[in-house]
């Protein structure tokens, strides 16, 4: 859920969605859309948003900010949104995003929308090479991305529940084949790292990961820097830079926590 609150100011209090440009260009692809979709059209300014939407999910906190982005309306605004294969996608996220819950339907938006189911495998989108992979998830059908171009190589796995195929070593998840495959040797694993382990046992039936299991998984992959994703709402600036300042002291390789509006430059 959004947690516009003062002691969230510097991480952020929107929803998971990260937008990926080529080098030189606006962004054309956006992983998830949630609250921070709105963020987005922001940055673009007048701009209209010409581009893709790969939700790895839809559960609400990932599909929120599909009414609410201005870039789609603009003139010359176009976007294709793609919605892990179960059943026609505007039904799926109809199911949320209709009335008496809400006042559209995903049809019914303003600007030029168009829904597509996507099945694991390879994929071409917005100029850009995207393997899709089932992971482990609570209520859903859920995808991994691992998205690249001829400068960089991204991963991306959101609400990820790996304790739901095994304990693995630690008891946090199991380090499974999927996982590992879309994240070998990545420049970025983008990761959710909602728990620590000391809460884990207590908290593993909401579908999340830990910290301590995205730092593993990017190690035993070959993960080029790992960024802690998809916060616990509920955990303040001041508590994540302590995280933040474990994960490191504990990491071999480099730590970032995802942060509202920053921009990562991964040119080889």
């Known amino acids: 859920m959004p947690a516009p609150e003062p002691r969230f ?3 952020g209090g929107n929803t998971s969605c990260v937008a990926l440009a080529h080098d030189g260009e606006p962004p054309s692809l956006v992983l998830d859309a949630g609250t921070g979709l709105r963020v987005l059209s922001t ?3 007048s701009e209209p948003f010409v581009g893709s939407i790969l939700l790895g999910h839809v559960h609400l906190d990932h599909i929120l900010g599909l009414p609410f982005f201005p870039a ?3 003139p010359g605004g176009s976007v294709q949104v793609y919605v892990p294969s179960q059943g026609d996608p505007v039904e799926v ?3 949320v995003l209709s009335p008496p819950t809400f006042p559209l339907r995903p049809d019914e938006l303003r600007g030029d929308w168009r829904f597509h189911s996507l099945e694991p495998g390879h994929h071409r989108v917005a100029g850009f090479d995207v393997l899709a992979l089932e992971v482990p998830h609570l209520a859903g059908r859920m995808f991994g991305y691992r998205i690249s171009d001829p400068t960089a190589t991204i991963t991306y796995v959101s609400d990820h529940s ?3 195929v095994g304990e693995g070593p630690d008891g946090l998840g199991a380090r499974h084949t ?3 495959a879309l994240a070998r040797d990545t420049d970025m694993l983008i990761h959710d790292a909602q728990h620590v382990a000391d809460e884990f046992p207590a908290k593993a039936f909401l579908g999340h990961s830990c910290v301590e299991y995205a730092l593993d998984l990017g190690r035993l992959a070959g993960a080029r820097k790992v960024m802690l994703f998809h916060h616990d709402p509920g955990r303040g600036d001041d508590e994540l830079d302590a995280i933040v300042a474990t994960a490191r002291a504990d990491s071999p ?5 995802a942060v509202e509006g920053a921009v990562h430059d991964l040119l080889k």
């Open 253 to 257: 390789i480099p730590v970032v926590a």
């Open 43 to 45: 940055m673009l300014g």
């Open 9 to 11: 100011a510097r991480y």
């Open 178 to 180: 999927n996982a590992l």
């Open 162 to 164: 790996p304790i739901l």
């Open 72 to 74: 789609a309306e603009r």
């Open 93 to 95: 996220l109809g199911r």
